[in-house]
């Protein structure tokens, strides 16, 4: 069991239990997908102890981020504290040869935009460093405003800076236990669009979505997670293919805005599908300013009597 490592707007941290409630029993999961890992609160939480799987994300940060959390665990924490260690009154970091970086700019607030900046300069070719990259990733989302990871139109971080406090120095312990999780599993790290999963859920697996939240709910700003967007065409393509694995023996748990229920409702879905309102506090918000209770949905095809809820017995939890 490991914690995730990025902080990601729509984290499923806080209705996790909820979430985990709705699969089999542990020992019943064959193999895990995630197609929308994000943060990857489940994943981190119990997804990498199944009998391996993918996991996913649209988002090319975020998944060079995890493959370089697995491949080069050393090369990352390295990079990341020299990122860390760079106080307000030090000299741009020569190790890091930020041409970029104003050598007569000693402002905390002037190192963060300015390692922004190189973060959405993004080099290709030759040039790309994808451990740096990682590295600036995490530092950006421990440093940034509510650890939000949000894109404008051209792809770019565009989040102002925040508080520092959340640089906290059990940092490299965390990163060390989700590489371990990553490694501990037979697990593909795939960045694709989620209608991958159809080739890789074999029957017996399990699939957990958490898709993009509907842009006609309240709240539609959790959307935001890269320069594309997720609407009700995608919305519906993500029915359909939970139709689809459903038909192939495949168990699937989708948590989405209520705004979406009426799609499981459909007459040739309803058959299979289960759907169940659960609440969550979000602290994560893109205006920060409403934290209030969201409603969330939770849909399954899994029977309610092969639910955990069903037995409640906690040594069903891994
Ligand atoms: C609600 S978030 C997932 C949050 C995650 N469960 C967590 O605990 O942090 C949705 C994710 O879907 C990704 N995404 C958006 N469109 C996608 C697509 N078409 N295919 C795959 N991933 C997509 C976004 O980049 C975002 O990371």
Redesign the pocket.
Known sequence: MAD?VLK??????QILQRIREHFRRAEDIEGYH?????????FFREGHEYGGGTI????VR?VNFYRVLKNDTEGLLDEFSLLRERKPDDEPNSALDYDQVDQHDREIDNYYYQVRAIFNKRPNGEEFDEVREAAIMLWLNRTCFNGLYRENRSGEFNVPIGSHKNLGLDMDAKIQQAADALKSADVDIKN???GYVEDYAEPGDLVYF????DPNSASSS?VE??S?S?GKD?QRRLKELAVDLDAKGVDVVISNAPSVTDLYEEEEVAKYFDHSKVGARRAINSDGDSRGEVNEVIITNIDEEDRRHAHPNLSDYP
């Open positions: 995730p990601w707007a729509g984290g499923k941290r995630e197609p929308f890992v994000g943060g990857g609160a489940v996913n994300d649209i988002n975020l694709e669009d989620f958490d898709p993009p939240y959790f997670y890269t594309e997720f995608e």
